[in-house]
């Protein structure tokens, strides 16, 4: 079965630093992949997809992230984070049917000045 | 053009009672999806509507249903609500042609408290 799975529950990065939240994912053949950011009281965003192609997929919001399959990850980066980048950050992947998304457990990620 | 919008924001029941949240998706877009976000259990998947029918369904009770209106807008419904339906209930749309493993597009949730 497919499954995603974020290992960090919550990372604090300084402003103006560098962002990695890492994803590591199940799945027998091309996964579709997504992140998404939800702020507080809010639905999700989505920031970026994978579906096939270039492995280095860029998004909105300065965000970009890695397809690694030799890794199983899709990680997700920003070099230089911004007070307003503070949220929840989850990674999902379409199901093998096509029918729905798989969400991992999501990271908080909170940024000190 | 307008988002995913849900009705209510927010729901407080009692134990045993039903709820309903409405769900209204982005112009065009035909794929309703429900899912449900658990303090501790993260976002799980719970049905899913296209034109009008119900296409997929995830791990969850039978007391958990809904519906699809012609107009694409969608209802949940919970039936016999138990402490631990408490939770956000998102609701997200996509193009025809693009469900499930294409983008989904989110609503800001309805968060139901039972009590």
């Known amino acids: 079965a497919q499954s995603v799975t974020q290992p960090d529950i919550h990372i604090t990065v300084s402003e103006g630093a560098s962002l990695e939240l890492r994803c590591n994912y199940s799945?027998?053949?091309?996964?579709?992949l997504f992140w998404y950011v939800q702020s507080p009281g809010q639905g999700l965003q989505l920031l970026l997809k994978?579906?096939?192609?270039?492995?280095l997929v860029q998004g909105i919001k300065g965000f970009e992230a890695e397809f690694k399959r030799s890794q199983s990850s899709f990680n997700l980066r920003k070099p230089s984070v911004h007070w307003s980048d503070a949220a929840e950050y989850f990674c999902?992947?379409?199901?093998?049917?096509?029918?729905?998304?798989?969400f991992g457990k999501g990271t908080t990620l909170s940024v000190s000045s | 053009e307008a988002g995913v919008t849900q009705s209510p924001t927010h729901l407080i029941k009692t134990r045993g009672q039903q709820a309903t949240l409405r769900c209204s998706p982005i112009?065009?877009?035909?794929?309703v999806y429900w899912y449900q976000q658990a303090l501790g259990l993260g976002l799980q998947f719970l049905l899913w509507?296209?034109?009008?029918?119900?296409?997929n369904r995830g791990n969850f009770p039978p007391r958990f249903s809904g519906r699809q209106f012609p107009n694409y807008s969608s209802e949940l419904n919970v039936n016999a609500l138990e402490l631990e339906d408490s939770a956000l209930y998102l609701c997200?749309?996509?193009?025809?042609?693009?469900?499930?493993?294409?983008?989904?597009?989110f609503g800001p949730g309805t968060r139901l408290t039972v009590t």
């Open positions: 997200a749309s996509s193009p025809k042609g693009l469900a499930g493993a294409g983008e989904q597009y």
């Open positions: 799945y027998g053949a091309t996964p579709y």
């Open positions: 994978y579906f096939s192609g270039d492995t």
């Open positions: 999902a992947v379409a199901n093998q049917a096509g029918t729905a998304l798989i």
């Open positions: 112009s065009g877009h035909t794929s």
């Open positions: 509507y296209d034109e009008g029918e119900e296409r």
